[in-house]
């Protein structure tokens, strides 16, 4: 167990390398390289609060815990320091070079200590009306509790120095509130010249204002954060709703334990000392020396400065053409099945086709699955005056969509006021399948349309998720998507599902099923082949039964962004499995299998990544695609993904990450799958 935990560790960290690797990528605009970081630094946040806590815990379980893991934790945990700690350095380097192009594009990010007197009173001014009022500043005293340190927060110890003789030094702290302001303060350009400055600095520049009152003078400001456990305890009281019991441990993970302490790497020692002390924090392996600047990932919002030429260019969503303005598009989707990619066709086909469904008087009621949506949803309201038309509505509101779960309760409450009805998904399962179901009557029948995708509902987060979805009304399809929702109602009814695949009760089945039938016909000396492509590939008996599938001969190409826990090179074994990792402008999200099949080519579509949890402890759905001409449509992305010598890395076992280099002109597949889009959508 423990070093198939080890491996999904080390195949994180060095996805989130990949993600690195962007932000030095010179054919990447500079400002985006920025964005990069953050990304990144998010990144890292996310795993020290989810995936180290978890190890964290494992290592205090004692003996009997480590010796049934054959491993120990604390083993894990320290190559795992070692390798953040190299990819710090990394990061510092690379954010050097970064801030260097900058100014060479005329964008200069300066601290308090580089300012003209004009901008200095400009930062002054701005600090007192808008900062100001938002600090609330503390002195560390012996008994001052520091135990309620917001997580992921960015603090100033502040170094203060007695002017009264005889009065010994005390430590300030203050909490910069990027929260509540931009972490960034566009100043007046002079010449042409972009000024940027950190809140961090607004508030080292004011900070002797706030102070000066107890009698002290600013010897430095230091910057610390603190990282916390994430997990959510769901505890069994059966007296509490459940949406209680997700709201208590939401107040619980605020106090979690800390997994994560940054610190300036120039705090005084004493400084230091008293922090720590209060924090509890005795082991040094939760302790971190870094720069002068934490929390990188605000600067996924860094200001708009600059030319053009500095960021990605605007690009249109393609139109696609099944769907001609004004027409209606339920009455496209009976004609023949539609395959949306995002962010290539615009997401607000989602949203007019639901608009449609809630004004529609033929529209008899609207099923949604609902894991991540957008702060100001226009699904959301979409469903609720479709609610208020007298349709019935149903939103499978999952709670346990991590970080997401104080968004997903504000609007299921909102939901519940308006008339629809919603379910908290199904006990013990996570809810991660990505549903529409659309009923309507027409000429005295019932007619089922579905949708089925790979990301979600979320018209923020598809501008930059590359994700699919397939709308469609064929019976098959549908009637089982109907049953998926039954389940949802009433658990025990499982239904038989021959068109669907469906986690937690076959999927693991089916695939292996897929892969022997490959293995079949490659034993027969007839072509095989299996393509995947996924966010993350590390479920111990799949990958094994893909090594059974390669050594008879079958042809198996993967396609995985983020996780992956195959070693696609075991020498004496036949073993060559050639793999590659996309990272690019999108977010690669969307999932697809593929096999063969003796010719008669089955594709499928999945909310599911190839994870144990997936399979074994969601509810995911696959769906197949069963279109020609969609089927073939999938088939080239996939073929255009695969030729990528420009973004794609070799995914090797040294986990090297080496760029996908083969001699040829250079070939983006990002931008080579817009072109192709483009080129159906004038078909």
Known sequence: MMNNLRNKELSWLSFNDRVLQEADNPHVPVLERLKFLGIYSNNLDEFFRVRVATLLHL????????????????????????????????????????????????????????????????????????????????????DTDISDLINDSVYLVIDLKAEEPNTSSKAGLVRVPADKISRFLKLPSVDDRNYIILLDDVIRLGISNVFDVFNFSIAGAYTIKITRNAELDIDDDLSKSYVE????????????????????????ESLLKIIS????????????????????????????????????????????????????????????????????????????????AALDPKVI???MTIYRVAHNSSIMISLINAAKNGKQVTAIMELQARFNEELNIYWAKKLISSGVKVTYGVPGLKVHAKLLFIQRQEDKRIVNYAGIGTGNFNELTAKTFSDSLLLTSHKGITSEVEQVFKFFDKNYEIGNFKHLILSPFNSRNKIVR????????????????????????????????????????????????????????????????????????????????????????????????????NLDRRVEVACPVYDIELKKEIKDILDIQWKDNTQA???????SNKYRKNGKPEFRSQYEIYKFLAIKSKS
Do not use: W
């Not at 070692?82 to 970064?98: C, L, M, P, T």
């Not at 009173?121 to 500043?137: N, T």
């Not at 995947?532 to 799949?542: A, C, I, P, T």
């Open 59 to 142: 290592s205090q379980l004692g003996k009997r815990v480590k010796s049934y893991l054959n491993e120990e934790p604390d083993s894990v945990l320290s190559q795992i320091n070692s390798i953040v700690a190299s990819q710090q350095e990394k990061f510092r380097k690379i954010y050097k070079k970064v801030v260097n192009e900058l100014e060479r594009n005329n964008i200069f990010i300066i601290d308090e200590t580089e300012l003209t007197a004009e901008q200095e009173k400009y930062v002054c001014r701005y600090f007192e009306k808008y900062v100001r009022p938002y600090l609330d500043p503390v002195i560390l005293g012996k």
């Open 245 to 268: 019991k997700v709201s208590r441990s939401l107040k619980k993970r605020k106090a979690g334990y800390p997994v994560r302490f940054l610190y300036d790497r120039n705090i005084p």
């Open 277 to 356: 002390k209060k924090l509890n924090l005795l082991k040094p392996d939760s302790m971190f020396a870094g720069g002068r600047y934490h929390n990188f990932k605000d600067f996924m919002d860094f200001p708009e400065v600059g030319s053009d030429k500095l960021r990605y260019e605007n690009r249109r969503a393609i139109a696609h053409q099944s769907f001609a303005s004004g027409k209606s598009l339920l009455s496209r989707i009976k004609k023949s099945d539609v395959l949306l990619h995002f962010p290539y066709h615009s997401f607000n086909n989602i949203v007019k086709l639901i608009r449609e």
């Open 365 to 367: 009621s609207i099923k």
């Open 514 to 613: 897929l892969i022997n039938s490959e293995i079949r016909h490659a034993k027969q000396g007839e072509k095989a082949e299996i393509i995947f492509k996924l966010n993350n590939l590390v479920d111990h008996r799949l990958i094994l039964k893909l090594y059974e599938a390669h050594k008879v001969g079958v042809n198996i190409k993967l396609i995985v962004r983020g996780m992956f826990s195959l070693i696609p090179s075991i020498p004496n074994q036949n073993i060559e499995i050639e793999s590659i990792g996309v990272i690019d402008r999108y977010l690669e999200h969307s999932r697809f299998l593929y096999f063969f099949s003796g010719g008669k080519e089955k594709i499928f579509l999945t909310s599911s990544d190839l994870m144990e949890r």
């Open 649 to 655: 890395r070799v995914l090797d076992n040294d986990l």
